[in-house]
């Protein structure tokens, strides 16, 4: 039987483990797989938990945060989530500049000059879709809903309310139409 020497070997045992960490100084190894031969210098080691900070998984970057799974004081795996303020992942980083596009912003952030903000509050001034909770800008304002009907206008605190009877200023209405109880009438009495 030849006796393969092994220095320094480090088994960290589960990749997700901080408790499992065994560790040899000079032995003999059976080639044949049956560990430590008789008298080969045997295992200096044991199980013993990891240092704090030590990886115990594969760092990741999803919906606008990182995480880096690192052992604890206590032994435990403990993923820290980092968020992204607001941008979405680059890889395993965060992104740092949204260029004008809002589409590296996680859904809750929109782009302003290069940086992703908070979504505005309903009510809200608005000049696109992006800049609101659910994407409804309508009418200059982020509003609760689109505000679909034909004579229906988002008001000044978010929510959607009928045209005032008589306003002819509304585009959904055709021709020589204006909006008269919630709908696009010729005459409104």
Do not use: I, W, Y
Request: charged share 15%; net charge negative; proline share 6%.
């Amino acid at each position: 039987m030849k006796k393969t020497s092994v220095a320094g070997l480090l088994l960290v045992l589960g990749s997700a483990s901080c408790q499992l960490v065994l560790g040899f100084e000079e032995h003999q190894l059976d080639p044949t797989g049956g560990g430590p031969t008789a008298g080969g210098g045997g295992a200096t080691g044991g199980c013993k938990a990891a240092a704090p900070g030590t990886s115990c998984g594969e760092p990741s970057c999803s919906n606008g945060a990182t995480f880096t799974p690192t052992c604890d004081d206590s032994g435990s795996c403990d993923d820290t989530k980092q968020s992204c303020d607001g941008h979405t992942c680059s890889g395993l980083d965060c992104g740092t500049d949204c260029m004008s596009d809002d589409a590296l912003c996680v859904a809750t952030h929109f782009c302003n000059a290069g940086s992703c903000v908070a979504d505005l509050n309903q009510g809200a001034v608005c000049d696109r879709p992006e800049q609101c909770p659910g994407g409804n800008c309508v009418d200059g304002v982020c509003c609760s809903s689109p505000c679909g009907g034909e004579c229906e206008l988002c008001q000044a605190d978010g929510v959607c309310g009928l045209v005032p009877n008589g306003t002819d200023d509304t585009p959904s209405c055709p021709g020589n139409q204006t909006c008269c109880n919630g709908s696009c009438q010729s005459n409104c009495p």
